[in-house]
Each structure stands twice: as C-alpha cells, then as structure tokens.
C-alpha cells in the first residue's frame, strides 16, 4: 500500500470528497431537523419560513462557495 493513501485516494481526494459531499449530506440532514421543529411546534407558514431563513442561512455561504468555484473553474 503506497504511503499517504487509503483504499487507492490520496488524502487532498478524500478530503475533497468529505468538504463536498460530507457536508452537503449534513446540510441536507439539517434541513430535515429544521423541518421536524417546525413541525412539531406547529409554527404555522410564517414560522416555518422564519425557521428556515435563520436557521439555514449559515449554510448559504457553503452553497455560495461551491458555485463560485463551478463558475471560476477554481
């Protein structure tokens, strides 16, 4: 086994990988958490939005980021 890998990926692979879609699950997941409090505090459209919009709004930046990189080729 070559130094510096794991089942044939390079570290900068699986780091890659974990930073894209590592934490594109954990977004997806959050959203789902957010879903279930609103639900289950029967926040009604408006709070459901509030919830979303705040609690969510931190992952725009990640979203943001990503597209950036598509559209600059980074």
């Not at 044939?8 to 974990?18: P, S, Y």
């Not at 509030?50 to 943001?64: D, N």
């Amino acid at each position: 086994m070559e130094s510096g890998t794991l089942f044939g990926f390079t570290e900068e692979q699986l780091a890659d990988f974990g930073a894209t879609w590592g934490v594109g699950a954990f977004i997806l997941f959050m959203l789902f958490i957010i879903g279930e409090i609103a639900w289950k505090s029967k926040a009604g459209k408006l709070g459901t939005f509030v919830l979303f919009f705040v609690l969510a709004f931190g992952m725009v930046g990640f979203v943001a980021k990503a597209v950036i990189q598509k559209l600059w080729g980074i």
